[in-house]
């Protein structure tokens, strides 16, 4: 494992600053040091070689050439290798930008090359103010991610809610989505802390949370934040059910299941779901060492489209085969499809899962119970509260 | 925006004075290290997460729990700096501050960097003790043992130190021997040796709080890099080389920082920065640094 590791590290160095004469150049920006490179990062990569690979290599008779970059996180660091790819390398295509403000950063760069940008940024501003013609979003928008679970659980009773929000633009537009949802199904915010990116300890909000007289805790946070905010509940015993809104399994091999036991969330693909995705999930494994997170699933599943849109539309030039990503529905790995919409949004719904007990948890990395599903429609932003300009034009 | 209820403030200035307990014995090491050696040890952040990585490497590998670890990998931790003086920081001594800390910066950026390639950036998981599970009801909040446990020990380990360095006739050897090499060496004393265990000692402390951190925190290779940052802080306010300043400075900039959570929680992470700025124009020398 560390081995290969490594040697996957050097690999990138390598891609990255090897010469791309080939006709089709995928473009990988990502975070690949950082907290989010968990999720995403050097597994993804591999997701996406697999897709290639399953593609057999060559798309038009011409090599697939993938090139990788670490955005650091930092909005120009990102904005310089997509315009360094763009003039240089000659890319086709550039993925993922699995930070918001990368891709807010990216995304002009790319509209104005006339280069799909297929991102894993969960921003909707992507998909409303910055919608672009060439640009959809891989990932579950910050809309769909704070509703998916949110309705069912004020249904459900929890409908006093207190937000912990990572105090930048991707945890405030999470937790503006998610009050909306929860006002608009009847519950009410109670209370909110923003918490600095440099923090460490959350108990002293956990206590806040806990006098607030809420019934739920939203954790509109994520990476190694929402591990540390699930060692202190427990520590503390807080009996306030913790609701995640971006929860993968790395995160809760981080934490200890017993630490995240009994916690109701929505995610976008879960690899024990059917037979489809175990199967996927053991060919993954067997290149990274763990199953798919489902940011891992969602870049296989978007590398695999554009390829075949690639050879429908005959050329890599990006308005062709933007058409014909939109013109044919996406396969997902778990069986069935998924389209595109105008603002570059997909349509797919999302699992809503229970963690399980330490002593249900059998076989390594299973530790989400899928209980039910949110529909497509429910987690898509109305046609008529969307701001993107792209909507009645074509 | 300002609530105020006074149960919630009195617990988050009981988690503060936790929080204080760290910034305490980091803020501890560093100013031994700065007032004994002279050195600005950027690379502190990164011993304390070297001492959450060890304790889990312990259990992982050998299965021995938190209790041994909180003994072995002080000790671990500490060889491990005392390779690193030998090797490389000792040759700075007669130079400029800047280039200590230039040094120790880039081994923390090397050490950490190294950790994440091989352990990945994701967090590993470590449990509590189970003897130390539970919590107390203080009447306002209730207290998990464990962190009771960790300002015992955390008081008790600042105080002991404090005491062998300012009450001890080693002690003042050390900072004899800080104050003029020579003469002390002439009484036969021999001055690299204990410098280096010196700094041994200083990165033993960030060892022991990162086992101590351990089952509370997120266990990752970047869990030391903001709080060294709080502990150089703590360390400027406190005054620099003020072992009790030092202290006394943590826990009272956890304290702090637990009110302002109270109070605005969006400010709780400048408060520190803010305290700095102000003590820095008004008393450059710090609170308890001396006049001289």
């Given at each position: 494992m560390m081995t290969r590791k490594l040697l996957c590290s050097v690999a990138v160095g390598a891609l990255a600053a090897g010469p791309a004469m080939a006709d089709v150049t995928l473009g990988y920006l990502a975070d690949l040091s950082g907290s989010t490179s968990v999720l995403s990062g050097e597994s993804s990569r591999v997701a996406i070689e697999m897709a290639i690979e399953d593609f057999g290599g060559e798309v038009l008779g011409e090599p697939i050439e993938l090139l990788s970059a670490d955005h650091l996180t930092q909005a120009d660091t990102g904005a310089s290798i997509v315009r360094e790819w763009i003039d240089v390398e000659g890319v086709d295509v550039v993925l993922s930008a699995d930070n918001s403000a990368v891709g807010l950063a990216a995304s002009p760069i790319l509209?104005?090359?006339?280069?799909?940008?297929?991102?894993?940024?969960?921003?909707?501003?992507?998909?409303?103010?910055?919608?672009?013609?060439?640009?959809i979003q891989a990932l579950m928008d910050t809309y769909g991610l704070s509703r998916a679970i949110t309705v069912p659980l004020v249904e459900s009773g929890n409908d006093q809610w207190f937000f912990i929000t990572v105090d930048y633009a991707f945890g405030q537009a999470l937790e503006a989505a998610g009050a909306a949802a929860i006002e608009e199904a009847g519950g009410a915010v109670v209370g909110t802390v923003r918490h600095s990116p440099q923090d460490i300890d959350f108990s002293a909000y956990l206590l806040e949370a806990q006098a607030s007289g809420a019934n739920a805790i939203g954790l509109a946070t994520f990476g190694s934040w929402q591990v540390a905010i699930a060692k202190q509940a427990d520590e503390f015993g807080m009996e306030l059910p913790l609701v995640p809104y971006f929860l993968g399994i790395t995160d809760v091999e981080s934490a200890g299941i017993e630490n995240l036991q009994g916690i109701r969330g929505a995610v976008q693909f879960y690899w024990n779901e059917n037979d489809a995705t175990r199967e996927f999930s053991a060919r993954f494994a067997e290149r990274y060492g763990r199953p798919p997170t489902f940011t891992?699933?969602?870049?296989?599943?978007?590398?695999?489209?554009?390829?075949?849109?690639?050879?429908?539309?005959?050329?890599?030039?990006?308005?062709?085969?933007?058409?014909?990503?939109?013109?044919?529905?996406?396969?997902?790995?778990?069986?069935?499809?998924?389209?595109?919409?105008?603002?570059?949004?997909?349509?797919?719904?999302?699992?809503?899962?229970?963690?399980?007990?330490p002593e249900e948890v059998t076989t390594d990395w299973d530790f989400f119970e899928i209980i039910g599903e949110a529909d497509a429609d429910s987690l898509l932003l109305p046609q008529d509260q969307s701001t993107c300009r792209l909507f009645g034009e074509g | 925006m300002f609530d105020i209820n006074v149960n919630l403030i009195l617990g988050q200035m009981v988690l503060g004075m936790v929080n204080g307990v760290f910034y305490a014995i980091l803020s501890l090491g560093v100013a031994i290290i700065f007032g004994l050696l002279g050195v600005i040890n950027f690379a502190h952040g990164v011993f304390f997460m070297l001492g959450a990585f060890v304790a889990y490497g312990l259990l992982q590998f050998f299965g021995l729990g938190y209790w041994p670890a909180l003994i072995l990998v002080p000790m671990i931790v500490g060889a491990l700096g005392i390779v690193l003086e030998v090797l490389l920081i000792r040759h700075l001594y007669r130079l400029e501050h800047l280039y200590g800390l230039l040094l120790t910066l880039g081994m923390a950026l090397a050490i950490e960097g190294f950790v994440r390639i091989v352990f990945g950036p994701q967090g590993l998981p470590y449990s509590m003790p189970d003897n130390l599970r539970g919590a107390v009801n203080l009447g306002f909040m209730f207290?998990?043992?464990?962190?009771?446990?960790?300002?015992?020990?955390?008081?008790?380990?600042?105080?002991?130190?404090?005491?062998?360095?300012?009450?001890?006739?080693?002690?003042?050897?050390?900072?004899?021997?800080?104050?003029?090499?020579?003469?002390?060496?002439?009484?036969?004393?021999?001055?690299?040796?204990?410098?280096?265990?010196?700094?041994?000692?200083?990165?033993?402390?960030?060892?022991?709080?990162?086992?101590?951190?351990?089952?509370?925190?997120?266990?990752?290779?970047?869990?030391?890099?903001?709080?060294?940052?709080?502990?150089?802080?703590?360390?400027?306010?406190?005054?620099?080389?003020?072992?009790?300043?030092?202290?006394?400075?943590?826990?009272?900039?956890?304290?702090?920082?637990?009110?302002?959570?109270?109070?605005?929680?969006?400010?709780?992470?400048?408060?520190?920065?803010?305290?700095?700025?102000?003590?820095?124009?008004?008393?450059?020398?710090?609170?308890?640094?001396?006049?001289?």
């Open positions: 509209a104005e090359a006339g280069i799909p940008f297929l991102h894993g940024a969960s921003t909707s501003a992507l998909s409303n103010d910055q919608c672009e013609p060439l640009q891992n699933a969602m870049m296989y599943e978007t590398v695999r489209h554009y390829l075949e849109s690639v050879e429908a539309a005959g050329t890599t030039e990006g308005v062709a085969v933007n058409e014909a990503f939109r013109a044919t529905p996406i396969d997902m790995i778990r069986g069935g499809t998924t389209t595109v919409r105008e603002d570059g949004r997909q349509i797919r719904p999302m699992l809503i899962y229970q963690t399980r007990a | 207290l998990p043992y464990y962190r009771a446990w960790v300002v015992v020990a955390g008081v008790i380990l600042c105080f002991a130190t404090w005491y062998v360095i300012e009450q001890t006739p080693l002690g003042a050897k050390l900072r004899a021997a800080t104050d003029n090499p020579k003469l002390v060496q002439a009484f036969g004393i021999n001055v690299p040796v204990m410098l280096t265990l010196t700094y041994g000692a200083g990165v033993a402390l960030a060892g022991f709080a990162g086992v101590m951190a351990a089952p509370i925190l997120s266990v990752d290779p970047s869990m030391g890099t903001n709080i060294v940052i709080i502990a150089f802080a703590v360390v400027v306010i406190g005054g620099m080389g003020s072992i009790l300043g030092a202290i006394l400075t943590g826990f009272g900039l956890g304290i702090l920082e637990g009110f302002t959570k109270a109070i605005y929680s969006e400010a709780s992470s400048t408060v520190i920065f803010v305290v700095m700025v102000i003590v820095l124009v008004t008393r450059p020398r710090g609170l308890f640094g001396k006049v001289g």
